[in-house]
């Protein structure tokens, strides 16, 4: 039974690092020793702890006020070709689908050519009037379909 007694009790290891006079244990100072050549294993000195150098900060592009003229006065000109505004000779809208098509492919190149570099008003702008343009021309295609189809009906009949 003092066998088995044996195997159960314990050891207390004193781990503080100092001695009751103030004094560095000589096992504190080979633990110490320990862990600064395992830190030199795991992090040679060539790679020392590096200063992580924050991510530049990203420069958003600033507004061109000419940059955004040109998009409005292209878009001008194809809101003009697609009869938001009148002949000033006829006072007719004029309606011309096919320079309508080339202004919008313009904006659209525009667009794709500066993906990146615009400032996020111009961005807006450019795909906001875009939108309103396609979608016009759409509107204008169709009514000029749809007024071509009677007409197209009333030549083939006798």
């Keep these: 039974m003092t066998d088995h007694k044996q195997e159960d009790s314990f050891r207390v290891i004193d781990r503080r690092p100092f001695t009751a006079e103030g004094e560095l244990r000589p096992e504190a100072m080979e633990e110490k020793e320990r862990e600064a050549k395992r830190e030199e294993r795991l992090h040679p000195i060539g790679e020392a702890a590096k200063p992580i150098a924050p991510p530049p900060a990203v ?18 000109n194809a809101a003009m070709v697609l009869g938001a505004y009148a002949d000033p000779r006829t006072g007719q809208p004029v309606i011309d689908p096919e320079a309508a098509h080339e202004l919008i492919d313009m904006l659209d190149a525009l667009h794709e050519k500066t993906k990146g570099n615009l400032a996020p008003e111009e961005d ?6 875009l939108g309103k343009l396609k979608m016009t021309y ?3 295609n169709q009514a000029v379909a749809a007024q071509a189809a009677p007409q197209s009906k009333a030549k083939t009949r006798p």
């Design 124 to 129: 807006t702008l450019l795909l906001d009037l």
């Design 59 to 76: 420069d958003l592009p600033k507004r061109s006020l000419p940059f955004e003229n040109l998009v409005r006065m292209l878009g001008s």
């Design 138 to 140: 759409l509107e204008v």
